[in-house]
């Protein structure tokens, strides 16, 4: 941690970001500068001097290269579909909010990801603990930080992927429901999921949220895959019934 690029922390990026940097910030959080009389004196342009080529250097880094350090002091879930339902949930929201800064969106994402893990509480975004989370992770080193977003990104893709990739492979297609408009339905699939939770494994409303969302995938995609297994049976019947009408004649 004694190199200066670890005392940049992720609260600096937006400034790092900006066309115009707050480098008298950065002077003062990264380098130890302060406007008494012999800093401004003797100090002022060699301190400029750093922060200038400190955001240079950033700026001119290859973000989504940045990989997982081991030093990261964040902890982190061994894979993102451990988080409960409901974080999983606003995490995928992240992407419906329209053009988000990103600094914004790197801390919000690993808040969300790492609260519950780091805290070991309920996950509720709207108590004090996640606001004081959410300030110690924006504490944090930025080059760790970018790391530990660009793996729980990675895992998020690789996740969204999988559960596609399996819910397709039962899908049951009906003309009738597409006909009558039963893609509306898909409006309502949380909370049905949400009641479905409750009933499966006979918790309350607000501990359905609290559960792992692998869990609740993998219990709707059983209830799916059983779905698809009774529509090919049935169809099964129908071309056993047809063919014994068949010969009948």
């Given at each position: 941690?004694?190199?200066?690029?670890?005392?940049?922390?992720?609260?600096?990026?937006?400034?790092?970001?900006?066309?115009k940097?707050?480098?008298?910030?950065?002077?003062?959080?990264?380098?130890?500068?302060?406007?008494?009389?012999?800093?401004?004196?003797?100090?002022?342009?060699?301190?400029?001097?750093?922060?200038?080529?400190?955001?240079?250097?950033?700026?001119?880094?290859?973000?989504?290269?940045?990989?997982?350090?081991?030093?990261?002091?964040?902890?982190?879930?061994?894979?993102?579909?451990?988080?409960?339902?409901?974080?999983?949930?606003?995490?995928?929201?992240?992407?419906?909010?329209?053009?988000?800064?990103?600094?914004?969106?790197?801390?919000?994402?690993?808040?969300?990801?790492?609260?519950?893990?780091?805290?070991?509480?309920?996950?509720?975004?709207?108590?004090?603990?996640?606001?004081?989370?959410?300030?110690?992770?924006?504490?944090?080193?930025?080059?760790?930080?970018?790391?530990?977003h660009?793996?729980?990104?990675?895992?998020?893709?690789a996740?969204?992927?999988?559960?596609?990739e399996?819910?397709?492979?039962v899908?049951?297609?009906?003309?009738?429901?597409?006909?009558?408009?039963?893609?509306?339905?898909?409006?309502?699939?949380?909370?049905?999921?949400?009641?479905?939770?409750?009933?499966?494994?006979?918790?309350?409303?607000?501990?359905?949220?609290?559960?792992?969302?692998?869990?609740?995938?993998?219990?709707?995609?059983?209830?799916?895959?059983?779905?698809?297994?009774?529509?090919?049976?049935?169809?099964?019947?129908?071309?056993?019934?047809?063919?014994?009408?068949?010969?009948?004649?």
């Amino acid at each position: 941690m004694d190199h200066p690029i670890h005392k940049v922390k992720l609260k600096h990026l937006e400034t790092i970001l900006s066309e115009k940097p707050d480098y008298a910030s950065l002077m003062m959080d990264i380098f130890g500068y302060n406007n008494s009389y012999l800093h401004k004196k003797f100090l002022f342009v060699r301190h400029f001097k750093k922060a200038f080529a400190m955001v240079q250097f950033l700026q001119t880094m290859k973000p989504d290269e940045i990989p997982l350090d081991p030093n990261c002091k964040i902890k982190f879930p061994a894979h993102v579909d451990h988080i409960s339902f409901r974080a999983m949930m606003e995490l995928q929201g992240l992407s419906t909010q329209g053009h988000r800064p990103v600094n914004e969106l790197i801390l919000d994402t690993i808040t969300i990801v790492c609260y519950g893990e780091s805290t070991e509480l309920d996950y509720d975004s709207n108590s004090s603990s996640f606001k004081r989370f959410k300030q110690r992770v924006n504490d944090q080193p930025l080059i760790y930080m970018m790391g530990l977003h660009n793996h729980i990104s990675n895992q998020l893709i690789a996740s969204q992927k999988a559960w596609q990739e399996r819910f397709d492979s039962v899908d049951v297609d009906d003309p009738d429901y597409h006909q009558a408009g039963g893609e509306r339905m898909a409006q309502f699939n949380v909370i049905n999921t949400v009641k479905s939770i409750c009933a499966d494994f006979n918790v309350s409303y607000d501990k359905a949220w609290q559960m792992p969302y692998a869990l609740t995938q993998t219990n709707s995609y059983a209830k799916a895959s059983y779905a698809y297994t009774q529509s090919n049976m049935q169809k099964l019947k129908e071309i056993k019934m047809e063919a014994k009408r068949k010969e009948k004649k």
